[in-house]
């Protein structure tokens, strides 16, 4: 069974930094491509950073290039998204994706960030 568990969000203030975690079990990590994704209510999911298996070819949202870094280490199954020079639009609940099975995959239960004084 396909579980990806999302933590490390929480209140930080702008120009702050947090770093996600999200631990994938239930299928191959190391052999799949992982999303980070983030939505605020009533307004459509954002892809934020995209990571090929291996990690070596990252893309990212326009709107986070240069502040969020996104990394996976294999052996630990699990992906990371360090976030830099946090501003208020940033304010969002983030998911990780794996585009496995139908549709657009699995998404985990995400975590919410809060940007603000």
Do not use: H
């Not at 396909?2 to 209140?11: A, D, F, I, T």
């Not at 291996?54 to 280490?73: E, H, L, M, N, P």
């Not at 946090?86 to 995400?110: H, I, Q, R, S």
């Amino acid at each position: 069974q396909v579980q990806l568990v999302e933590s490390g969000g929480g209140l930080v203030q702008p120009g702050g930094s947090l770093r996600l975690s999200c631990v994938a079990s239930g299928f191959p990590f190391a052999s799949w491509p992982m999303r980070w994704y983030r939505q605020n209510p009533g307004k459509e999911r954002e892809l934020v950073a995209a990571l090929v298996s291996t990690g070596g070819i990252i893309t990212y949202a326009d709107s986070v290039k240069g502040r969020f870094t996104a990394s996976r280490d294999n052996a630990k199954n699990t992906l990371y998204l360090q976030m830099n020079i946090l501003k208020p639009e940033d304010t969002a609940v983030y998911f990780c994706n794996v585009p496995l099975g139908l549709g657009d995959g699995y998404f985990g239960p995400g975590t919410q960030v809060t940007v603000s004084t």
